[in-house]
């Protein structure tokens, strides 16, 4: 697969939740630098962690599309630019090292902007990720920034309810979940090999 094909395959396998799809593009040893900011299980290498984040992200957001706006590279890394477009119908939940940071209630709102993203490639396959995000603008379409009242209101009753804590577990259960079926998956795909 060509690095563009790599960058597209990397990318559907976040808005799907593919694990044949991720194991095809995601090298054993892929780091994803953003995982700071995601459930920890984001930070497993692999295809696992990749999935993980798929599953992290989808829970937010409901009709997760990347479209791809254009690429570039020069055989070790390609560089993407793309749209993060969907639905936020689920509780949005940002991590520090592992740890809740923030969580957004689900406003309905829909998002729109643009990343660029540099994936670096080892053996025909994705090794490295960084970002460069429009978090501002994703953060203004949720209303969070600069903080819309109601908005705000929901986020400090979530977090003096204890709702923050609950949703920030969910979310990570989840995203290890996923992780885990993917290196089952890995395994079973072994055996059929």
């Known amino acids: 697969m060509d690095p563009a094909g790599l960058a597209r395959g990397l990318f559907r396998t976040l808005e799907t939740g593919d694990p044949a799809l991720a194991?095809?593009?995601?090298?054993?040893d892929f780091r994803n630098r953003e995982a700071v900011e995601a459930?920890?299980?984001?930070?497993?290498?692999?295809?696992?962690g990749v999935l993980a984040s798929s599953a992290w992200l989808r829970s937010a957001f409901s009709d997760l599309q990347l479209p791809i706006l254009d690429t570039a590279g020069n055989g070790a890394?390609?560089?993407?630019?793309?749209?993060m477009q969907g639905r936020h119908t689920g509780a949005f939940v940002r991590f520090r090292d592992g740890a809740l940071d923030q969580a957004i209630?689900?406003?309905?709102?829909?998002?729109?902007?643009?990343?660029?993203?540099?994936?670096?490639?080892?053996?025909g396959k994705v090794i490295g990720h960084e970002a460069v995000r429009d978090d501002v603008t994703m953060l203004g379409q949720l209303g969070v920034f600069p903080p819309a009242p109601?908005?705000?209101?929901?986020?400090?009753?979530?977090?003096?309810?204890?709702?923050?804590?609950?949703e920030a577990a969910r979310v990570a259960a989840r995203a290890a979940d996923?992780?885990?079926?993917?290196?089952?998956?890995?395994?079973g795909s072994a055996d059929r090999a």
């Not at 194991?23 to 054993?28: C, L, Q």
């Not at 309905?108 to 053996?123: A, K, M, N, S, T």
Request: aromatic residues 6%.
């Open 23 to 28: 194991v095809e593009v995601v090298h054993e």
């Open 77 to 83: 890394q390609v560089w993407v630019r793309l749209r």
């Open 178 to 187: 996923s992780g885990a079926g993917a290196a089952a998956w890995s395994a």
């Open 105 to 123: 209630p689900p406003t309905g709102r829909e998002i729109d902007f643009e990343q660029i993203h540099v994936l670096d490639l080892r053996d």
């Open 150 to 166: 109601a908005t705000a209101l929901r986020m400090l009753t979530w977090r003096v309810t204890g709702r923050a804590a609950q």
């Open 39 to 48: 459930p920890p299980a984001c930070a497993v290498p692999g295809p696992a």
